[in-house]
């Protein structure tokens, strides 16, 4: 594999990924990122070099896709509308990229024959009561709740038809909730980090019992390229790394780095249709594909992830106060 295409680039997740694959390997990157509210070419400093460039594109527009897909040798598609709290008020941009666009991105893959991984989430599953014994598998039904994981479900059925009715060379991911450098001010995380860099206190939905499974995005990262390299065709496989906590422990846990009374927050208006639990069983990826997190720690990498937007206020002042104002007008 010398040349491969990274969608959604410029995102979160994305932009994690490439520098990744920059330091550990020698591959050339290709991002195509159509920049929307959540992409930032600033994620990508110091990455945009003779290895690596950005296209400033729609993952929609099919001749733009085409003439990249047949350039590369392998395509990771993680551009995406991503944001559930968005998906709520404005469903439609959600079919439009996370459906249409792995469409026509696989179209493109099955034309030109060229390897395709799929980065999608463990939201597809639906949520898990919080004293059930199981996790999600890859054999666990699908079962989405929000406009967001309804549209991410979809795209990972049309990938399984392509592999079966078309021979896509195909592998999927579900990840769990990641957390990081570069994720926007909208998500619980860095909101919260953010708001108490603003002396603003943190904001718990409902009761704040809600269990989210973190990694981190570096762990993402590592698992989606040995997938990439290593990964069976046709085969889903979970990444997690034994995560969960509660949202009331995050907020407690990063007003407790902060230097903050671990009680200084405040409960909102619940997000509608809110899944309780997720929680992923990670054995096939460390099993088949030796995968182990690196990020073992939370609480270190939640230190880490506060040291980041601590030093990088440049890069996320722009986004807060419009995101605050979007909270604020739904109550939360
Ligand atoms: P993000 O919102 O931070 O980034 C999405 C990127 O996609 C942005 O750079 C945006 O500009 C780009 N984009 C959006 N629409 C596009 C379009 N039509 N054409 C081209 N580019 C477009 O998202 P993220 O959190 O980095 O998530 C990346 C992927 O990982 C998504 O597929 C998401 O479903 C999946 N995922 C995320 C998490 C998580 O915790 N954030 C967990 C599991 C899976
Ligand atoms: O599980 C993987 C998914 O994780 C990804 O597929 C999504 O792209 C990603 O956004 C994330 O979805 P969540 O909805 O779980 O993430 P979010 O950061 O929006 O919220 C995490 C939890 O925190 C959730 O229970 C809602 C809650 N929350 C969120 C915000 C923004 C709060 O309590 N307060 C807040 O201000």
């Not at 469903?91 to 024959?113: C, K, Q, S, W």
């Not at 463990?122 to 989405?144: A, I, K």
């Not at 896509?168 to 450098?181: D, E, F, H, R, W």
Request: charged share 25%.
């Amino acid at each position: 594999m010398r040349k491969i295409l990274v969608t959604g680039g410029a995102g979160f997740i994305g932009s994690n990924f490439v520098h990744y694959v920059l330091n550990e390997s020698d591959v050339t990157v290709v991002v195509l990122d159509k920049l929307t509210y959540a992409g930032n070419p600033r994620s990508l400093e110091g990455a945009l070099s003779h290895r690596a460039n950005l296209v400033v594109g729609d993952v929609c527009d099919e001749v733009l896709v085409d003439e990249l897909v047949a350039s590369v040798d392998a395509v990771v598609h993680f551009a995406a509308e991503s944001h559930n709290d968005n998906s709520l008020r404005n469903p439609r941009r959600f079919l439009d990229t996370n459906v249409i666009g792995t469409y026509t991105l696989i179209e493109a893959a099955r034309r030109h024959d060229v390897r395709y991984h799929h980065v999608s989430t463990d939201e597809v599953y639906g949520d898990l009561e919080l004293d059930d014994p199981n996790r999600f598998t890859e054999v666990t039904p699908y079962n989405p709740s929000s406009p967001y994981s309804s549209t991410k479900a979809a795209s990972d059925l049309l990938v399984r038809a392509w592999v079966r009715s078309f021979g896509l060379k195909a592998t999927i991911s579900n990840c769990s909730n990641n957390y990081g450098p570069y994720q926007h001010v909208e998500k619980f995380i860095p909101r919260q980090i953010t708001n108490v860099i603003d002396g603003v206190r943190p904001k718990l939905y409902g009761q704040g019992q809600n269990v989210r499974d973190w990694i981190h995005a570096n762990d993402h990262s590592a698992a989606v390229w040995l997938i990439l390299q290593r990964g069976i065709i046709g085969e889903t496989y979970l990444i997690g790394a034994d995560g969960e906590k509660n949202n009331r422990e995050v907020v407690e846990a990063i007003l407790q780095i902060m230097g903050q009374p671990s009680d200084a927050y405040d409960f909102v208006l619940d997000r509608p249709g809110h899944d309780l639990r997720y929680a992923i069983d990670s054995s096939k990826l460390r099993v088949d594909l030796g995968w182990r997190p690196q990020f073992s720690d939370f609480i270190a990498g939640l230190e880490n992830t506060i040291g980041w937007y601590r030093e990088n206020e440049h890069w996320w002042r722009p986004k807060k106060s419009q995101t605050e104002a979007m909270y604020s007008s739904l109550g939360q």
